[in-house]
């Protein structure tokens, strides 16, 4: 089948690839390709955006969740409370630096960390809870930080789909002591590949950029004073974050009409159930997510597979939960079951397309379908 609507494209348009080609010629011509003027560029912007103190961009979400492992020295022995439903990124960051990922479950209604599982999970070798924005839509963060600092322990912000939601009129990613982002091509801005991790931490900050650059605080012959690995960002790919940033707020609306539209569309359909934002929020909508109603008799993947094979819709199931993965199963041994929000949800949500120039008319054609497809009817696509 030909793709008639896909999940997610990254967004440029002609001006920008002209920026953006301008900018690679420049940085060609100067022979400067890493830690250059677009890398400080381009975490100035992040900064200025964001409104935090420090952002140091990665060469990956991945490799920035590592990083912020290292620089706060979570080790063998100490425990990190993780949702299920994430990215393996997410948990793994937690598994390279010998750490256990102690896994909870979901809201429900926001698709979100479980605030009262973090409370049951938390023990006396609990360092950190890292809180993930699924879909782009803000964390229970004001219960979270009532937990963190109850206990002593650390909140980290897993950002990646988060650039541009806000949680009380404040960006997120600013709650956590520090937090992470991801420029993957389908991410509301992209690098191609790329992270950044952002504090207002000025020591832990340097100790990240120490980090990335495998533990020296600059390039050539600096002395190494820590374990670090080669997580720097390219300036071409930094040259492209300068580029997408200047179309960063038109990207974020357009996401949010395109969201607003389903919302308005699915209330009356008791069949879909949109994920809720939490109360206070406000999500970039890096994804659109519902919940197929179980009742219905019409599984989520009946529903994806006729938007995919008869109409060229593109969808993607988000997540299967960490611990019903064959390799994880062993590693963290939580029984199938014991986490039944993320294992429903896992089993019943679809991620429909969006993006950030997609048209009104594309998201009309996609409810228009999935109501056809609910009622039994047939569609033309003509």
Not at 52 to 57: F, G, K, T
Not at 109 to 115: A, C, F, K
Not at 243 to 258: A, S, Y
Request: hydrophobic fraction near 40%.
């Amino acid at each position: 089948m030909q793709i008639k609507i896909p999940l997610a494209r990254p967004t440029f348009y002609e001006d920008d690839i002209r920026e953006y080609l301008n900018n690679v010629r420049e940085i060609l011509v100067s022979g400067r390709l890493t830690l250059g003027p677009y890398t400080r560029k381009f975490e100035d912007l992040l900064q200025e955006f964001i409104n935090v103190n420090h952002a140091i961009v990665m060469s990956s979400c991945t490799a920035a969740l590592h990083a912020i492992m290292l620089a706060l020295k979570i080790r063998a022995g100490d425990e990190v409370i993780v949702p299920t439903y994430t990215f393996a990124s997410t948990v793994n960051a937690v598994l390279y630096v010998g750490a256990k990922p102690v896994l909870v479950d979901s809201d429900l209604n926001t698709y979100n960390i479980s605030v009262e599982d973090v409370v049951n999970k938390i023990s006396e070798r609990t360092k950190a809870i890292i809180a993930v924005h699924i879909g782009g839509n803000p964390a229970d963060l004001k219960a979270l930080l009532e937990i963190v600092e109850d206990h002593g322990i650390i909140l980290i912000e897993d950002a990646a789909h988060a650039l541009g939601s806000y949680y009380n009129n404040r960006h997120v990613g600013t709650f956590g002591k520090v937090s992470a982002f991801s420029f993957y091509p389908t991410k509301i801005i992209t690098t191609g590949e790329g992270g950044a991790v952002v504090t207002d931490d000025s020591e832990l900050a340097e100790k990240l950029r120490i980090i990335r650059c495998v533990g020296r605080s600059g390039l050539g012959p600096t002395e190494v004073v820590e374990l670090g690995h080669n997580f720097r960002m390219s300036e071409l790919q930094a040259a492209l974050g300068v580029v997408q940033m200047g179309r960063i707020n038109d990207i974020l609306e357009n996401r949010r009409n395109i969201a607003n539209y389903y919302d308005k569309k699915f209330r009356s359909m008791k069949e879909i159930i949109p994920q809720k934002i939490t109360k206070g929020a406000k999500s970039s909508y890096y994804a659109y997510i519902v919940r197929v109603n179980e009742d219905i008799g019409m599984s989520r993947d009946y529903i994806r597979q006729k938007l995919w094979e008869e109409y060229g819709i593109e969808t993607t199931i988000l997540y299967k939960p960490i611990h019903l993965h064959h390799y994880y199963r062993n590693i963290v041994k939580v029984e199938e079951g014991s986490l039944p929000n993320a294992e429903l949800l896992g089993n019943t949500t679809l991620a429909l397309p969006i993006y950030g120039h997609m048209k009104i008319s594309e998201a009309e054609y996609i409810v228009n379908v999935v109501e056809n497809i609910l009622r039994g009817h047939s569609f033309s696509t003509r």
